[in-house]
């Protein structure tokens, strides 16, 4: 079992910078690839952007905040980041932490655990 805690979400302005964590506890944090998800009000839950499980990796990113966002893991601490800047209001969603076994997968089919999710408000 794989247990995910999000933080670091809050409100923000148009054209600000957040940057979200999430920890994991229980089984080995390696193996995993790790992604962050986002769902808006009303909206589909969308892929935003994820790392695979080995050190060096490079993330993947959605082409909806390619260059705005990025991703990062420290498998020491178990953590993954969502580094998120030029924040629009349309980014306002709740982000949710996503764990998949072995290969990074887009799609929310192939996520095996799931964190509560944090919530970001970016303000005009």
């Known amino acids: 079992q794989v247990q995910l805690v999000e933080s670091g979400g809050g409100s923000v302005q148009a054209g600000g910078s957040l940057r979200v964590s999430c920890v994991s506890s229980g089984r080995t944090f390696s193996g995993y690839a790790m992604g962050w998800f986002r769902q808006a009000p009303g909206k589909e839950r969308e892929f935003v952007g994820g790392?695979?499980?080995?050190?060096?990796?490079?993330?993947y990113i959605a082409d909806s905040v390619k260059g705005r966002f990025t991703v990062s893991r420290d498998n020491a601490k178990n953590t993954v980041y969502l580094q998120m800047s030029s924040l629009k209001p349309a980014d306002t969603a709740v982000y949710y932490c996503?764990?998949?076994?072995?290969?990074?997968?887009?799609?929310?089919?192939?996520?095996?655990?799931w964190g509560k999710g944090t919530l970001v408000t970016v303000s005009s």
């Open positions: 790392i695979s499980w080995w050190s060096g990796a490079s993330p």
């Open positions: 996503a764990a998949q076994r072995g290969v990074l997968s887009s799609s929310a089919v192939g996520v095996d655990y």
